[in-house]
């Protein structure tokens, strides 16, 4: 199995990327919109083939960015039928017993509802690995105030349909607010103040009734949006810039392709990053660029212009991967590292200046 585990610090949502090893097809679980550009180029950058985004529940904390990656993908939205009528946007409408399949693998729909009545929590075939969302989490549970919930549903749930998985099943769930990353159903059966050890269903529900949590900031604004599964209102998917094709690397660089570029260069500044020497070499250099080795960039951002987008450029997009992140430091807005740098400019047979002999 493939298998990333990704946070989003602003909501502490935790966001699963599952994939099949032999046929690259995969499932990511529980993304977060703001995260969009990172979870993308994750997949990119893997070489998978996204199947599905799947919502363990209806969050009230953050934005899901399943429409946005059904948009980029054309995967599939799986969240719980038991939304109803409201739910728009979704075409994997899942319930209790579904499998969810990606390649020579599946995730196993179990439905654990009390906190929300639409939570889901997803099982691979294997029985190794359960999604708990935020009905069990590490040492403690969904909160069961708002939305349908119902501590002594939750109650059922967690002891039905989770603490009867093995033992060493890895429990991976929607949130953490201390830094915890993983936890096991063994682990949680014993040692949950909430839930293990010899609590019962009175134990469970006196705990859950008396939190007294103040309601997520973002309510008011995720539950309409995650009801369309992320769709902005106004239906238009964000751009990450609106002069050129730029994409956003797992890294989180900007970047942008050399071919883009060649066909653009009356209208974009390109500075090359490498040291003088360099422009010996074989590679050549890009007509009209301008030299600024990256040991002085930082020294010498008064000496570029702003008209222009800023194309970065170095021996293999290395570098000028780093000049960008000092030009964007120094107030540049619209920059960009040219992937594959001269060598890849090369191999294109992108024309080039050589010094004369």
Partial sequence: MIFRQLFDVTSSTYTYLLA????????????VFEQHLRDRALIEELGLKLVAALDTHCHADHVTGAWLMQQATGCQIGISRRYGEALQGA??????????????RHLEVRATPGHTDGCITYVTDDQRMAFTGDCLLIRGAGRCDFQQGHAGTLYHSITEQIFTLPNDCVV??????????MSSVGEERVHNPRIGGQADERDFVGFMENLHLPHPKQLAVALPANLRSGRPQDGLVPKLADWGPVRQTYAGLIEIDPE????????????????????????????????????????????????KPVITVCHAGMRSGQATVILRQGGFQRVANMRGGMLMWQQLGQAVE????
């Fill in 20 to 31: 099949c090893p032999a046929t690259r097809q995969a499932v990511i679980i529980d993304t």
């Fill in 260 to 307: 883009w570029v060649s066909e653009h260069l009356d209208e974009v500044l390109v500075l090359d990053v490498r040291q003088p020497e360099e422009m010996d070499e074989r590679l050549g250099r890009i007509e009209g660029a301008r030299m600024l080795p990256l040991s002085e960039l930082k020294g010498r951002l008064a000496e570029i212009p702003q008209d």
């Fill in 91 to 104: 075409d994997l409408l899942l319930d209790h017993g579904g499998r969810i399949a990606f390649g020579r």
């Fill in 172 to 181: 991976w769930p929607g949130h953490d607010y201390s830094g915890r990353t």
């Fill in 354 to 357: 050589r010094p004369a002999v």
